[in-house]
Structure formats: structure tokens, C-alpha cells
């Protein structure tokens, strides 16, 4: 089937109401048709409410007009009757839905249509700081820039994944002169092998730099000379900060190939990579006005935005001793992905306390004329994951909570669910399970909760099998693949003219929102509404399940209600896959 996909029942019936209408009111033809599910009809349109008042005509004389006019001969409408004070309950015929039952179904891609095709879509997201563990704080921006950039590719986007690393600047000086002090450090014994943790040590070598640099003037000014043999490419420096690079990408890999999101070495693009744009582009910022000198450095005054002191807001290009910070880092970023990789639209994920840093960014790109009214931009802000006491998440000690701990916390948890479940799982089944059950459920999570909004970080609660978690939508589709095993079916043939009792219906509906829901992610930038969707989705199937045999039934019935099993199967599976969450065929 070709990219332009299956058109959706919803898109079918809000045509048949705007065709209505521009037949009863040709002036009002542009008017919405306000078309949406309802529990008293499959659809109901509220159209005519806020057109009578354009029209002056009252709202249930204009939806009695408008019933007249909805076409019921292209066979997708049964029934439209007028309710309360003007709504149009809209009644699907029930060959319709079983068309888009099986027109999705013969589909690769569940009549989805490409409708990013041919934009380049560039997304920030994870950066985490090279000689550090990944912590808490790097889970959120890695989930939803991961779930953001699979619902765009899937969508037909030319997906630019960007990790930016903090990989550079006066921390690797001070780190590196440490080392080299230290020959019994353990980076000298220990680091340098096979385990990915290793940068846990890197990390404790670094609280020592910082402290010492703190304490020991001697210690700060030798530390400052080596940034700046580090800049300047000494090679015994370079080699040095190789090795730590190296190893730091080695324990981000391990982080990444555990959630299974799809950041690879190749997605890498450190500060160090803009090292040499920075002048550049301080130089151009200048030459267009958009910078200025103040007191030796380098600034550029917003001017939409002014600071406590009501003075223009500040973007710090360059400072006073000549060296660079985040601002020129970030402002060669943006620069380089519109003139470099032509981004058609550039997504940030990073948390919300850097939104004003942002809006002073894109200001300034706009104003150099890099950021142009063609290319979208957004800050996609998330909000704070609490623990158990509504504060940030953090250690009992007071510490920064380290990822990896984290998952092994929550995959522990889900290994004693799944076990009290299915007690007689072998070992190897079991552990294999719980990981793809743990991490669901962390990945779930995160992006069932609005990104704008903090959320607490509860393992007991986000494992369990009921309600809305990972756990149970996993759950829900292993149960959709045991009753396909057990019907050993080949793909279905709908009957298109069989019968369809209600929980089929809902079902099918449900299953045809599949693609809306997917474009109103792209648009909106909020992976929860797909996670919303498809608990909905396996709730449905709950209500079909427990109403509708599907095995015992008779033909056409039985090979209908296989056919629901299938596509709500493959719905799921790519669905989960899209939130970057696995679909295990048994739990």
C-alpha cells in the first residue's frame, strides 16, 4: 500500500459533515465539523452549535438541516440522528468499519501514512557529561527524545538523533591534571578493562579534581594551563582526554543498549565537535549586529527579554579572558544544524528550568537569520522525576541517584511480580521477562505522565499488572499473541459483510485512531498521548475479550474476531515499540 495510508473513519465522517454544510450554508463552508468519538454514537459533531450562531439560526434547527444533507450512500454513514441541543450522533454502517479492519490489516504500516516524508528533523536529547555517571536526571530527556525521534521516523522524518555530550571545557583540564598527579589513581590500575562502570571511578577522580581545584590555588592554576594546552591540541593532553572520552562512551553504551533506545556512537556530537565553529560564529555575530563588545566580552542583549534588574536578558558569546562557555557552545549548535544539516525542525529535549536559555538562543539565531520563519524550533521542556517524600529523587544520603541503579531497582520488582504470576518459568525465562518488564515499566512511566508535568518514581506501582502501566500493556499483548498461537490462524480474511456486536466495534474504532494519534505526537511533541492510546487500545481488547469468543466461534464470526486479534497484536507491538518499550509474546 502506498505512503497516503488508510483514511481514518474519523476523517471520513468530518468530510461528510463539511460537506453538509457547505451545502446547507456554502458561506460557512471553512466551519470545523467538530467530529469526535462519543458514548452515545461512534461519532458525534458538535458543528452546528457554534455555526448557528454565525448563521443566526437556532443549533437544532441548523442539525436538523444538516442531517438532510450528510450523505448516506457512499456506504460509511448509517445512521445520523439530532440529539440535545443541536449535536449530530453519527452511527458508522458496520461494512465501514470492518473495511478499515481489513485495509489496515493488509497493510505493512497499519495505514499509517508517511506524513513527515522529506523533513529533516534534528532532536537533542540525553547528553550526558563525559566522566560522570548517568544519573536520575538524564532518564527523561533519554525516553522522550528517543520516543519522539521513533514516532518521527516512523512517520517518514529524515531523523537527525543528537547526543550532546559535555565533553569539553575547564572540567577536563582540572581532570586530567589530576590524573596525571596521581599515578595511584585508579584511572592508572583499574579503569582502563572491559567494565563498562568504570566511569564510576572517572566520576569519583573528578569530585577530587573539584575539590582540590577548590582548595589548592597552585593546584587551580595548573589545571587552567592544562584547558588551555587541551585547546590548543597538545597531543599527550589529547591522548589523555581520548582515553576518558572512550571510556565514558563505553558506560553511556551499556545505559542506552539496557533501555534499548537508539542512540550508537555515530548519534555523538560533543561540545568539543563545535570547538573550532566558535569563533566562526562569534565573528558573524558580530559582523550582523547581533552581538556586541561589553567590558572586553562578547554578549548578545535579548531584546524580548529582560532580567530582575530590568535590564536586557544576556547570552555570555564570549568571555573576558577570550574562552568559551554553553552560550557559544549552543549557539554554534544551532547554527551548524540549519547551515550544515539543513534541519527542516530542531527539537531540544532538556529539562524546564533551561527554557529562558533556550528562548535566548533561538532569539539570537533568528536575529542572525539562521533560524528562519521555514524551520520550526522547540524547546520540548519536561518536568522533575520526585521520590517517595514529593522532592527531587535522590539518594537516602542526599546524592544523585545513579541510573543504572535505578533500572536494577525496578527490574528487580518486576521479577517478583512476573514470578508470582508465572511461577513456573524457567530462570532464564523469568530474568529475561523481567528485564524487558522492568524497563518497560520505567520507560512507561515516564511517558504516560504529561513531559510537562514532575512525576514520582514508584517501582512498586509502575510494576504491577493492574491499572495503567507498562507491566499490564505488556501483559495485555501477550495475552492478544496466546490466543493467535492457540487459533493457529494464517493472516484473516474479513468478512466485510459480517456481523458486529459492540465490543467489536469499539475495538475496531479504537484501532482506526491509531494514526491520528501518531500525527497529534508529532504536532504536539507529547509521547503521552500514544501511551495514552494504547491503554485505551488494550482496554478495549479487555471489554472484546471477555464478551467475544474468538476460538469456539463460528465462521465468518471466527475469522473476524481473529482478525481483531491480529491487528490490535501488531497495533500494540509497534505501538509499545514506538514509546521504545519491548512486546513480549509471553509473560
Known amino acids: 500500500m502506498s ?17 453538509a454544510i457547505a451545502r446547507v450554508r456554502p458561506e460557512a463552508a471553512d466551519a470545523d465539523p467538530v467530529v469526535r468519538r462519543s458514548d452515545r454514537a461512534d461519532f458525534q459533531s458538535n458543528a452546528a452549535l457554534p455555526l448557528a450562531k454565525r448563521v443566526s439560526l437556532p443549533p437544532t434547527q441548523l442539525g436538523a438541516e444538516l442531517v438532510t444533507q450528510i450523505d448516506l450512500a457512499d456506504g460509511v454513514i448509517d445512521d445520523v440522528q439530532v440529539s440535545g441541543p443541536g449535536f449530530l450522533n453519527i452511527t458508522l454502517a458496520d461494512t465501514a468499519v ?17 506524513a513527515e516524508d522529506g523533513q529533516r528533523v534534528v532532536i537533542d536529547y540525553s547528553a550526558p557529561n563525559v566522566a560522570k555517571d548517568m544519573h536520575v536526571g538524564h532518564l527523561r530527556t533519554t525516553i522522550i527524545g528517543d520516543s519522539l525521534a521513533r514516532v518521527f521516523g516512523f512517520l517518514g522524518a529524515d531523523v537527525v538523533r543528537a547526543n550532546h555530550l559535555g565533553d569539553w571545557g575547564t572540567q577536563f583540564g582540572m581532570l586530567i591534571q589530576y590524573i596525571d598527579e596521581h599515578p595511584e589513581s585508579p ?59 572512550a571510556e565514558s562512551e563505553k558506560a553511556f553504551g551499556a545505559i542506552y543498549d539496557r533501555l534499548g533506545v537508539l542512540l550508537t556512537p555515530d548519534d555523538y556530537f560533543g561540545e568539543s565537535f563545535y570547538n573550532d565553529k566558535l569563533a566562526d560564529t562569534v565573528t558573524e555575530l558580530l559582523d550582523k549586529g547581533v552581538a556586541v563588545d561589553s567590558d572586553s566580552a562578547v554578549v548578545v542583549l535579548s531584546e524580548k527579554v529582560k532580567g530582575p534588574d530590568d535590564q536586557p536578558a544576556v547570552l555570555m558569546v564570549r568571555k573576558r579572558d577570550g574562552g568559551y562557555g554553553y552560550d557559544s557552545t549552543d549557539l554554534a549548535t544551532i547554527r551548524y544544524r ?11 529535549v532538556t529539562d524546564s ?63 517478583a511480580v512476573v514470578a508470582e504470576k508465572n511461577p513456573d518459568l524457567s530462570s532464564a525465562e523469568l530474568d529475561a521477562i523481567a528485564e524487558q518488564a ?88 507529547e509521547p503521552h498521548r500514544l501511551a495514552g492510546y494504547l491503554y485505551d487500545l ?13 476460538i469456539a466461534a463460528d465462521e465468518p464470526i471466527r475469522s473476524n474476531r481473529i482478525a481483531l486479534c491480529q491487528l490490535t497484536a501488531r497495533t500494540m507491538e509497534i505501538g509499545l515499540g514506538q514509546l521504545g518499550i519491548a512486546a513480549p509474546q509471553r509473560m
Open 538 to 550: 488494550a482496554r478495549a481488547y479487555t471489554g472484546f475479550y471477555d464478551t467475544c469468543p474468538v
Open 98 to 114: 470492518w473495511q478499515s479492519v481489513a485495509a489496515r490489516l493488509a497493510d505493512d504500516r497499519l495505514g499509517v501514512p508517511t
Open 187 to 245: 584511572w592508572h590500575t583499574e579503569v582502563l578493562g572491559e567494565d563498562a562502570s568504570s566511569v564510576s571511578a572517572l566520576d569519583s577522580l573528578y569530585k577530587a579534581a573539584r575539590k582540590q581545584f577548590d582548595s589548592d590555588s597552585g593546584f587551580a592554576d595548573r589545571a587552567r594551563t592544562r584547558v588551555v594546552a587541551l585547546q590548543a591540541g597538545d597531543p599527550d593532553t589529547l591522548t589523555r582526554w581520548r582515553e576518558i572520552v
Open 3 to 19: 505512503s497516503a495510508g488508510v483514511v481514518p473513519l474519523l476523517g471520513r465522517v468530518a468530510a461528510a459533515v463539511s460537506e
Open 438 to 525: 522492568g524497563i518497560g515499566a520505567v520507560e512507561y512511566a515516564d511517558l504516560s505522565t504529561s513531559r510537562v508535568k514532575d512525576y514520582t518514581f514508584d517501582p512498586d506501582r509502575m510494576t504491577t499488572l493492574n491499572g495503567n502501566t507498562g507491566v499490564y500493556l505488556q501483559y495485555a499483548h501477550a495475552r492478544v499473541c496466546s490466543i493467535l498461537r492457540k487459533a493457529d490462524a494464517a493472516p484473516a480474511v474479513v468478512d466485510i459483510a459480517g456481523p458486529m456486536e459492540p465490543a467489536e466495534r469499539e475495538l475496531a474504532l479504537c484501532l482506526d485512531g491509531y494514526g491520528a494519534v501518531l500525527a497529534e505526537v508529532a504536532d504536539t511533541l
Open 338 to 348: 540549519i547551515t550544515s544539516l539543513h534541519a527542516d525542525r530542531l527539537l531540544y
Open 353 to 415: 528550568r533551561q527554557a529562558l536559555h533556550f528562548q535566548l538562543v533561538f532569539e539570537a539565531a533568528r536575529r542572525a537569520g539562521w533560524l528562519t520563519e521555514a524551520i520550526e524550533v522547540a524547546h520540548v521542556a519536561y518536568g522533575t522525576i520526585l521520590g517517595p517524600d514529593g522532592k527531587p529523587f535522590k539518594t537516602r544520603a542526599g546524592g544523585t541517584v545513579r541510573l543504572m541503579d535505578l533500572l536494577d531497582e525496578a527490574v528487580g520488582r518486576a521479577r
